[in-house]
């Protein structure tokens, strides 16, 4: 009989990250700034947050893109299948190594399997 466990780990990071996340928003409001220099620190805090989704994003494309060259420089086919299967296990190790929480993670993936289409294109041509 397998022990199932809570992902606790999991729960710590989203967590960690809401906490910090809440707690640099309410640094900024409550920090003895005036109100054009605390909407300036909000806007470049959002901003930052922003780029780093982008790389996040852009990290994990490169490693699918890298998964389905070695797939095909083996000779292998690549079907919808077995992209959705790249997309989650990047997704998975994403999450696990605690890079998102567990809704990006899910938001993630969504976006990846929205390219299919492309990639479809791109390892046919």
């Known amino acids: 009989m397998e022990d199932k466990k809570p992902n606790t780990a999991g729960k710590v990071a989203t967590g960690l990250t809401l906490g910090a996340i809440f707690g640099a928003i309410a640094g900024l409001l409550f920090a003895p700034k005036s109100g054009k220099e605390t909407r300036e620190d909000i806007k470049k805090f959002a901003q930052d947050t922003k780029e780093k989704g982008e790389e996040l994003f852009e ?16 000779g292998k086919e690549i079907n919808g299948d077995d992209y959705k299967k790249i997309v989650d296990e990047i997704v998975e ?6 890079k998102i929480t567990a809704e990006a993670s899910k938001k993630l993936g969504e976006q990846l399997r929205e390219d299919w289409e492309e990639v479809k294109k791109q390892i046919t041509a």
């Open 59 to 74: 990290g994990a494309k490169k490693e699918v893109a890298v998964k389905l060259e070695n797939l095909k420089k083996a």
């Open 93 to 98: 190790n994403f999450k696990g190594n605690g």
